[in-house]
């Protein structure tokens, strides 16, 4: 390449899941899931070692209020657990997540914040995120979902350069929606 930069590319990420649905009449769904996306370990290295996904959401594996999303899939490790409900016209979601970066020294992507020290350690904090759906018509033509999601903030959350000095952010919707 001429007259540009030219970086090597060490990325990878994963993303695991295991669940059983129980035969009872609410049809819960416990399921456990791990996921990893590298981070940069060295900035101005020469090597880009952050995960960039590309494509595809990120709302049916860190939480379902994309808005809120303090997550993506860039240098972070998650372990958490779902459960899932339903019965009838009602569906419920349950999903609570313990989130570090996976380089203490790279960025929490959503949040912009960065310690390239490392002194304010990995533990963005937990991600607790709820949400209820009911089909409210009997023809099934009016839909109504409200949920929430907060971030517990861990060290690196409170403690990086740059972090809002504000409580654990809560966020919380109402959605009406019809088809026709």
């Known amino acids: 390449m001429t007259g540009g930069l030219r970086q090597d590319v060490r990325a990878a990420s994963t993303h695991f899941v295991a669940g ?3 035969d009872t009449r609410w049809t819960p769904r416990l399921s456990f899931q791990t996921a990893w996306a590298s981070g940069d370990d060295v900035a101005g290295d020469g090597e880009w ?4 996904p590309l494509f595809g959401g990120r709302g049916s594996d860190f939480g379902h209020t994309g808005i809120f999303g303090p997550l993506s899939r860039q240098n ?3 372990t ?6 339903r019965e009838g016209p009602v569906r419920a979601h349950l999903l609570v997540q313990d989130v570090r970066l996976a380089s203490g020294s790279d960025q929490w992507v959503r949040a912009r914040l ?10 963005v904090g937990q ?3 709820a949400r209820v759906q009911w089909r409210a018509l009997p023809e099934r033509r009016l839909d109504i979902e409200f949920g929430t999601a907060t971030l517990i ?4 959350a409170r403690e990086a350069p740059g972090a809002p000095d504000a409580d654990n952010p809560v966020y919380g919707y109402l959605a009406v929606s019809t088809r026709f």
């Open 49 to 52: 070692n952050r995960f960039n």
């Open 114 to 123: 960065r310690d390239e020290t490392g002194a304010s350690g990995r533990h």
């Open 153 to 156: 903030k861990g060290r690196f």
């Open 76 to 78: 972070m490790i998650s």
């Open 127 to 129: 991600v607790v995120d």
């Open 20 to 22: 059983y649905t129980f």
């Open 80 to 85: 958490g657990a779902r459960l899932e409900v």
